[in-house]
């Protein structure tokens, strides 16, 4: 999908959490469509909208990088409903 290659460059670009945020929105909207709970095109939306409300994230230690993934996968169940 040509949208969440340029998520995944916009990712790679901003570095940080960004990356992690990415990986993480991206496995869960990947878990949701293979349980029937979203569609595949919604997968880059998901990823995106993950993305878009990260805010500013610091990934100086394992714990913070812990802490952005984890609400990374709470953006996207949100958007879904979950």
């Given amino acids: 999908d040509l949208g969440a290659l340029k998520l995944a460059l916009r990712a790679a670009k901003e570095g940080g959490g960004m990356p992690t945020?990415?990986?993480?929105?991206?496995?869960?909207a990947v878990a949701a469509f293979l349980?029937?709970?979203?569609?595949?095109l919604n997968i880059a939306e998901l990823i995106e909208y993950a993305m878009d409300t990260a805010g500013e994230m610091r990934s100086d230690s394992l714990g913070e990088i812990l802490?952005?993934?984890?609400?990374?996968?709470?953006?996207?169940k949100k958007k879904i409903g979950l």
């Fill in 35 to 40: 349980k029937g709970k979203t569609g595949y």
């Fill in 67 to 76: 802490e952005i993934e984890r609400t990374a996968r709470e953006h996207v």
């Fill in 21 to 28: 945020v990415f990986n993480a929105a991206n496995e869960e």
